[in-house]
């Protein structure tokens, strides 16, 4: 029944965004409102669709409905209600589902929310937005259907995989990370609408701030808790291994920064029109590419579905979106062009374009990286690996100086600024940024990286933190107000400017937190028999017993250690292991974390005595300002929302998503 | 960007294009091993029976040196195909080696009483023979001339076209066999 | 936490292999010998030069990790062997070389710079030096345009925004 149902209402869908394809097209060459609002009405159409299929796939999972196939595939009945609902996104077929319902939902709600727009370019980006669900819908509808039926029908199934069943985080980090991802297709939709209607000034820049940066928060957010589930279920003390399906997350991550930064620079400045589109277009084909690789089986990586008749149909979308916008770009070349100009070298517009070289130099090498392996192996067939070694020697110079440009940046004048005006704005952040360093340095630090993080750390937050006072200051002057009073006036009235101050402050806290990670992080494994313990710096580990328990879905090996920091107690941690049916000789670890302010105490499980439970290997790995990735995570979170919140006095009552029709001006 | 150079711009996307298409098309569990036409790396095991044996006891013979474990579902596929080996050649002249890898000794031997055993198998233990010889898991196996020389690394569970072919190349002389180092079907 | 159904491990383990039915070998621990007392000593210092020579490595049978983080038989054997080799007083390079010989150069992490493998090098440095001399001509064109064109304030302490926010709130 619910075969039929979501076959059908996948169908729909696509025949639906064939309709919204032609019609947005076609009402946007021939600037016809009536064929405009079929265009709306057609991805109202295709949403609902998709809603159905979503709906009947939950359906289906939780009432274990075994004749539809995905959940003959991924369901069993022993499967908690929680994990059998996230298993939608646990294999190639519900995932690529999930997906085109956040994009269905996506282009409704840019329907929805500039129905009062009379933009030229709505209608080409409404068209771009169902091609792109042609796409989409159709792979749903075809070649990954999960709702084949199956007959006779199963009575049980052999559950999702046990790695994405094992953690609860599963149910946030693909969401967040779809969300993000997909919805980069809106600005990008919004470019070749531009491109289409020939109608490149600054437009579409606007109309689109806030699909940037929401899509951005989500991709930015979903790395981060991916980054936490790897660490909470992997077992190896680890959160990035720079695999390549980390990597295609990272991608479009890096690119959408960089854009996110130089549309600025138009918007101000009417420059950089051609690299904006560029960038936005790599954006789009980066989450592609990254799509591609997680579902095509072309490199060997934890994350990667099976491989299957997928990857040729989306090696072929790629190929089509890439030809397509960049003969758009080519063809609109003479539009494109406009005369930049630049009153001074030190001025944020400069700082900006600076910023953008760095994000492309990381782009190329992260992507390179990634994809060099098969450019050897398609040039003389032999095998090499690129890996964390790599990435880690590439990235951490390029990474320290973006951190560096996070300080310049937003403390630079727009235009041109006199010396003495530097000095004034960099003297405080330069002498904090060495009086930390050298503060590193006096409590024994030696290592260089570590000690230049630190000290641009110190630099990138007195930078912040001065803009902050002076915003505050420039209020309390203008209106008399208390200095909290001010502090929630620049926060709500300006919200884009000091909401992004406080995304900085968490990146940097994240790359503080990394670099301490990185740096002072060490690990023991060793076998114990009952009663003895390990020491590991202020730390001492001992054993105390393993035993076993089942539990529906799986069989659960729990051991307790007590543990003990510079002689204090720290009560019983219990590292375990669970042994799910499908794949009994490969457990999945569950790591026991205990967090302090300055870091992680985490040990795994490793081996066990079968026989008489008398010994057990541990893995015990001291992991310092690991807290502070997530908490880094938290305030880039709050950041982005600021950032995105309507501006309480040009927008009195509307909607969060609102946006003035013509873009509002900020 | 302005002349007519600016059509060259998506010809630019091509080269990187191709290398996903090569991605698709190419086998991804195929492993070049540095061994071919190198010395074997010698071991000196002790056997399943607990007698002891050595590469250099078998000098003079071609080796099909097969990497397998009682937990290996596509070794008990390859199985039968190396019982045929076995028995295929006159002793003096080929000699099939089993590596026991990574398993107990008890449950290899309920293996092989389950799906008969005419040849011989050595122990592994700590896997150091498999590190030696560069494995990536099981089943593996390792073609040997006469002289100690890898001529061959097959990946996955060996099929009879792939033993006969280069069993009897490297019976007829030296040299590289014929016949690509491909690998096999799916198990 | 539900103890309620302890059972022996074995017992346990037992009936979640059945299926295939050999798996006992795994996640089976062996005793060492003077394992307890562990403490910060020369022991610890061996630990750490093999775990940096083992994140260099990539675990064989895994896809993607390397043998440091793998717990699978196969890496640690390969984090024992490297142990051994390092107390018979061979040097990172000496026992890298060893894995290559027998895995080719797939097995090391970042790739050897000969031959092809140096592009994944020079590729990215190439790109960032053009980058920055083509960065270098675009604002010597731009600065030259410019100079006459609009020589206006710089602008003070108050972001443009600010000063909009500003005259809006004076003309309240």
């Known amino acids: 029944m619910i075969s039929q149902i979501g076959s059908a ?98 282009t409704a709600l840019v329907v929805f929310v500039q129905r009062r727009s009379t933009s030229r370019l709505l209608p080409f980006a409404l068209g771009v937005l169902g091609v792109i669900g042609l796409f989409f819908y159709g792979l749903v509808a075809t070649v990954a259907n999960p709702f084949g ?55 579409w820049i606007r109309t689109t701030r806030r699909w940037t940066i929401t899509p951005w928060a989500f991709l930015t957010l979903g790395i981060i808790a991916g980054a936490w589930w790897s660490y909470e279920v992997l ?45 936005i277009v790599g954006t789009f084909l980066l989450t592609l590419f990254g799509t591609f690789l997680t579902r095509s089986g072309v490199l060997d990586s934890v994350h990667a579905f099976s491989e299957g008749t997928i990857g040729p149909l989306f090696l072929g979308f790629i190929a089509f979106v890439t030809l397509v916008s960049l003969t758009l770009i080519a063809w609109r070349a003479d539009r494109l062009h406009a005369p930049g100009s630049l009153d001074g070298v030190v001025s944020r517009e400069s700082s900006f374009i600076l910023n953008n070289l760095i994000f492309a130099a990381f782009t190329f090498t992260v992507l390179l990286g990634t994809t060099f392996p098969l450019i050897i192996e398609a040039i003389n067939g032999d095998r090499v690996s690129v890996g964390p070694p790599y990435f880690n020697m590439v990235s951490v110079p390029l990474g320290l100086l973006l951190l560096f440009l996070m300080g310049v940046g937003p403390a630079l004048p727009w235009r041109r600024t006199t010396a003495k005006q530097l000095r004034r704005t960099f003297m405080l952040p330069v002498a904090i940024g060495f009086i930390v360093a050298a503060t590193g340095f006096a409590v024994g630090i030696r290592k260089p990286y570590p000690l230049i993080t630190f000290g641009f750390a110190g630099f990138v937050m007195t930078t912040i933190v001065t803009e902050f006072g002076k915003g505050i200051a420039a209020r309390r002057r203008i209106s008399g107000v208390g200095f909290l009073r001010g502090l929630g006036q620049i926060l709500t009235r300006n919200n884009r400017r000091y909401g992004g101050y406080i995304v900085h402050a968490g990146i940097v806290v994240i790359i503080v937190a990394l670099a301490v990670s990185g740096t002072w992080r060490f690990e023991r494994e060793a076998t114990l028999r009952q009663g003895e313990h390990m020491v590991l710096g202020e730390y001492t580990v001992q054993f105390d017993s393993v035993w076993a328990y ?71 790995i001291v992991n310092p300002g690991v807290p502070w990735l997530w908490i880094g995570g938290m305030i880039i979170g709050i950041g982005a929302i600021l950032s995105v919140a309507p501006q309480r006095h040009r927008t009195p009552a509307a909607s969060a998503f609102a946006i003035a029709p013509t873009g509002d001006s900020s | 960007m302005r002349g007519r150079a600016r059509w060259l711009l998506p010809l630019a996307a091509i080269p990187a ?83 026991v890898y990574d398993d107990r000794p008890a449950n ?80 | 936490m539900n103890r309620s159904r302890q059972l022996g491990l074995a017992a346990v383990l037992l009936a979640v292999a059945a299926p295939v039915g050999a798996q006992e070998r795994l996640f089976e621990a062996q005793p060492q010998e003077d394992t307890s007392l562990l403490t910060d000593t020369a022991a610890a210092v061996l630990d750490g030069r093999a775990a940096e020579i083992a994140a260099q490595l990539r675990c064989p049978v895994c896809s993607g990790q390397s043998v440091l983080e793998s717990n699978s038989s196969i890496a640690q054997e390969m984090q024992a ?79 443009d925004e600010d000063e909009r926010w500003l005259r809006d709130a004076m003309r309240r």
């Open chain 1, 9 to 106: 209402a996948v169908m729909a869908a696509w025949l639906g965004s064939a309709a919204l394809a032609v019609l947005g097209l076609a009402a946007g060459f021939r600037r016809s409102p009536e064929l405009l609002r079929g265009a709306k009405y057609a991805a109202g159409f295709v949403f609902l669709a998709m809603a159905t299929a979503i709906a009947g796939m939950e359906w289906a999972l939780l009432s274990h409905d075994f004749s539809v196939e995905y959940v003959a595939h991924v369901g069993s009945r022993e499967t908690p209600a929680y994990y059998s609902a996230i298993s939608l996104w646990s294999s190639l077929e519900g995932s690529i589902l999930f997906w085109a319902f956040i994009l269905a939902g996506y």
């Open chain 1, 149 to 203: 039926a199956v007959f006779p029908v199963p009575i049980n199934g052999p559950g999702p995989n046990p790695l994405l069943q094992n953690h609860p985080l599963m149910g946030l980090h693909p969401p967040l990370l779809y969300l993000g991802l997909v919805g980069l297709a809106v600005p990008f939709a919004f470019a070749i609408a531009a491109l289409l209607s020939g109608k490149v000034d600054e437009e």
């Open chain 1, 235 to 279: 077992g190896w003390g680890g959160y990035w291994a720079w695999d390549p399906v980390e990597n295609a997350s990272f991608l479009p991550w890096l690119t959408a920064t960089a854009f996110l930064h130089s549309v600025m620079v138009q918007e101000r400045r009417g420059m950089l029109k051609t690299w904006n589109l560029t960038l």
């Open chain 1, 550 to 620: 089942e539990e529906p879905h799986r069989v659960v090996v729990s051991s307790a250690f007590t543990a003990t920091r510079k002689g204090r107690m720290l009560g019983t941690i219990e590292p375990r292991m669970n042994f799910y049916s499908q794949q009994p000789n490969e457990p999945v670890a569950t790591p026991a974390v205990r967090s302090f302010v300055d870091g992680d105490l985490y040990l795994t499980l490793m081996a066990f005595d079968r026989d008489n439970a008398a010994f057990a290997t541990v893995r015990v």
């Open chain 2, 17 to 99: 294009l191709g290398i996903l298409l090569f991605g698709l098309v190419r086998n991804p569990d195929f492993f070049p091993t540095p061994f071919i036409g190198q010395p074997a790396p010698a071991w000196h095991l002790e056997t399943l029976e607990g007698d002891s044996l050595s590469l250099d006891e078998l000098q003079g013979k071609v080796v099909l040196l097969n990497f397998w474990a009682s937990w290996c579902i596509p070794c008990r596929a390859e199985h039968s195909v190396l019982m045929r080996a076995a028995s295929a050649w006159p002793e003096e002249d080929v000699q099939v080696v089993g590596v």
């Open chain 2, 108 to 187: 290899a031997q309920r293996f092989l009483d389950q799906l008969g055993n005419d040849w011989r198998h050595v122990l592994d233990p700590g896997i150091r023979t498999a590190i030696d010889y560069g494995v990536h898991g099981v089943p593996e196996s390792f073609f040997i001339d006469r002289d100690g020389t890898v001529r061959m690394k097959y990946i996955g569970p060996l099929t009879w076209n792939a033993v006969k072919t280069n069993v009897d190349s490297l019976l007829a002389g030296p040299g590289i066999p014929a016949g690509e180092p491909d690998t096999p079907a799916e198990e």
């Open chain 3, 81 to 159: 062997v490297i142990r051994e080799r390092l107390g018979q007083g061979e040097n990172e390079e000496q026992i890298l070389s060893y894995f290559v010989a027998s895995y080719g150069d797939w097995i090391i992490l970042k790739p050897r710079p000969i031959g092809l493998n140096l592009l994944v090098y020079i590729l990215p440095a190439i790109g960032l030096v053009f980058g920055t001399g083509w960065l270098i001509m675009l604002f010597k064109k731009w600065s030259s345009g410019a100079a006459t064109a609009e020589s206006q304030e710089a602008s003070s302490d108050l972001d």
